[in-house]
């Protein structure tokens, strides 16, 4: 069964510095990886995916993400944080290829952007 | 475009009784999945459908129950409720299930309260 682990609860960063929110999966053949974003009793909103080619994935709100099969890591990085960027963000896996819609989640990172 | 629709958005019921939530997928899309979010934690997969059937279940009781129509909405249905079942239900639509890498889009979820 696939999984993913955010190892930090909390990120906190001041405005204007890079942001990087770390994120580790485990799963049987290849991932498809994602990064969503949560903001205060909201739903969730995607920001980008891995499926195949680049390892750098470029997505919505100048957020970024790199996949790195050695170290089965997809870390989100944003090079200038905003305080609107505060909210939890969420990364999840499922195996590829297929239709498996079956999403596995990490327990989330509260992202704090200190004004 | 309408995103994915849920509806009811918040809603109080009392233990042992039973509701339903409704979903509308993004116009298109012929999937749905269901995914229970507890506060604190990230969603956790519930159900899938694809052309009216189900095409996978996650570890929930079967008080858990599901359904898609024709015009490819979905219902959610829970009995005998529980505190436990206290969440937020997210409705997540994807266009299809045999085209690799699509992007599963989320509603803004029912927040459902039992007491």
């Known amino acids: 069964a696939q999984s993913v682990a955010q190892p930090e609860d909390q990120v906190k960063v001041a405005e204007g510095n890079p942001l990087t929110v770390k994120c580790t999966y485990s799963?049987?053949?290849?991932?498809?990886l994602f990064w969503y974003v949560q903001y205060p009793n909201r739903g969730l909103q995607f920001l980008l995916k891995?499926?195949?080619?680049?390892?750098l994935v470029k997505g919505s709100y100048g957020f970024e993400a790199e996949f790195n099969k050695s170290q089965t890591s997809f870390h989100l990085k944003k090079p200038s944080a905003l305080v609107s960027d505060s909210a939890l963000y969420f990364c999840a896996v499922r195996p590829a290829p297929g239709g498996n819609n079956r999403l596995a989640f990490g327990k989330g990172n509260q992202v704090v952007v200190i004004p | 475009d309408a995103g994915v629709t849920q509806s009811p958005t918040h809603l109080i019921k009392t233990r042992g009784q039973q509701v339903t939530l409704r979903c509308s997928p993004i116009?298109?899309?012929?999937?749905v999945s269901w995914y229970q979010q507890v506060l604190g934690q990230g969603p956790q997969f519930i159900f899938q459908y694809y052309e009216k059937e189900e095409r996978g279940r996650g570890n929930f009781p079967d008080r858990f129950s599901a359904r898609q129509f024709p015009n490819y909405s979905s219902e959610l249905n829970v009995n005998a409720l529980l505190l436990g079942d206290s969440a937020l239900y997210l409705c997540a639509s994807r266009w299809d299930m045999d085209s690799s890498g699509n992007t599963i889009y989320f509603g803004e979820g029912s927040w459902l309260t039992v007491v």
């Open positions: 891995y499926i195949t080619g680049d390892n």
């Open positions: 116009s298109g899309h012929k999937s």
């Open positions: 799963v049987s053949g290849n991932p498809y």
